[in-house]
């Protein structure tokens, strides 16, 4: 399961933070999508895990929206990184409906647990 953590600009409308958190899900889903974690194009609950916050008066920085993702490493995933995060950042403009707009794709060695 991904984990994405959006910093955005308090100003930001909230529609267009409406429309990120309906595109989010499967745009992340589609940027990490591997042979070893496919993606089918259905969303599951669980599937991903997104986190929205405005930007603070201690953060700094000056793009309006700042998306990280945060997706177990698997090798099939790291050899194109690149391409994917910047084919999500297109979706994140998009979506958006800005371009000040910087994603951030970590590819962790991880392991995930999770209860009932």
């Known amino acids: 399961m991904p984990i994405v953590e959006v910093t955005h600009d308090p100003h930001l409308p909230t529609d267009r933070i409406r429309d990120l958190a309906a595109a989010l899900p499967h745009a992340v889903?589609?940027?990490v999508e591997?042979?070893?974690?496919?993606y089918d194009g259905v969303l599951r609950a669980?599937?991903?895990e997104v986190?929205?916050?405005p930007r603070g008066a201690h953060d700094s920085g000056g793009l309006e929206v700042?998306?990280?993702v945060r997706s177990k490493w698997f090798a099939s995933r790291a050899e194109t990184r690149q391409e994917r995060c910047e084919r999500l950042c297109d979706d994140v403009v998009e979506a958006a409906g800005?371009?000040?707009v910087g994603v951030y794709l970590?590819?962790?060695v991880a392991a995930w647990a999770q209860g009932e």
Request: hydrophobic residues 35%; proline residues 13%.
């Open 46 to 48: 669980g599937d991903v």
């Open 34 to 38: 591997c042979p070893e974690e496919p």
């Open 29 to 31: 889903s589609v940027a």
């Open 66 to 68: 700042v998306v990280e």
């Open 98 to 100: 800005t371009a000040s």
């Open 51 to 53: 986190r929205f916050r």
């Open 106 to 108: 970590s590819l962790p």
